[in-house]
């Protein structure tokens, strides 16, 4: 991230709040991920709600696998990425 933290510490979650000058109780974090989206900010006072329409089709999935034969790591969540990004809005 812009911050140089990530979700899976919390550490993003805290510099944000920082960085918006509000109280992380203010702060409502929204994602498909279980733990990194939701029981992460929630263990530090973000509040979180897990959002399914996020979470990666079938054919975003074929995607980065078909990618993985062929492409870095990076490449792949991006290409696999652009496609959820396009289809969530």
Known sequence: ???GATKRTGRMFM???EALG???RRIVHRGDHPRSDVAVPRSV???AELCAAGAPTRYELMLHAAAARRAPPLLRSAL???A??????
């Not at 959820?84 to 809005?89: E, G, H, K, N, V």
């Open 84 to 89: 959820r990004a396009a289809r969530l809005s």
């Open 22 to 24: 509000v109280p992380p």
């Open 15 to 17: 510099l944000a709040a």
């Open 45 to 47: 006072g973000i509040g």
């Open 80 to 82: 696999a990425g652009g």
């Open 1 to 3: 991230s812009e911050l």
